[in-house]
Nanobody, 116 residues
Framework: QVQLVESGGGLVQPGGSLRLSCAAS????????MSWYRQAPGKQRELIAH???????NYLDSVKGRFTISRDNAKNTVYLQMNSLKPEDTAVYYC??????????WGQGTQVTVSS
């Protein structure tokens, strides 16, 4: 069992920045890739950023150049730095770890609202 706890969400004006954190329990964090997803009201959950255990990264096109995923294996934590935020970035943001085809864990989610 892996527990993921997100933090760092909130209300921010367009053009502002937030940094989300996701702390993982246990000692296996460094062995697995991590991902950030988001789900806006009335929309499906979408993958926005992924980081491998060797810190290679991939991004959804709409956040590329604005968002940065990173990890600190010593702290069992993955981060999502979000800059130049837009109203369309408003969503609940979730971190995710997938251990294999049947074991996948999600955090509780953190709300990000971009509004003036």
């Amino acid at each position: 069992q892996v527990q993921l706890v997100e933090s760092g969400g909130g209300l921010v004006q367009p053009g502002g920045s937030l940094r989300l954190s996701c702390a993982a329990s246990g000692s296996i964090f460094s062995l697995y890739a991590m991902s950030w997803y988001r789900q806006a009201p009335g929309k499906q959950r979408e993958l926005i950023a992924h980081i491998t255990r060797s810190s290679s990264t991939n991004y959804l096109d709409s956040v590329k150049g604005r968002f940065t995923i990173s990890r600190d294996n010593a702290k069992n934590t993955v981060y999502l730095q979000m800059n130049s935020l837009k109203p369309e970035d408003t969503a609940v943001y979730y971190c995710n770890i997938r251990l294999d085809s049947v074991r996948e864990y999600w955090g509780q989610g953190t709300q990000v609202t971009v509004s003036s």
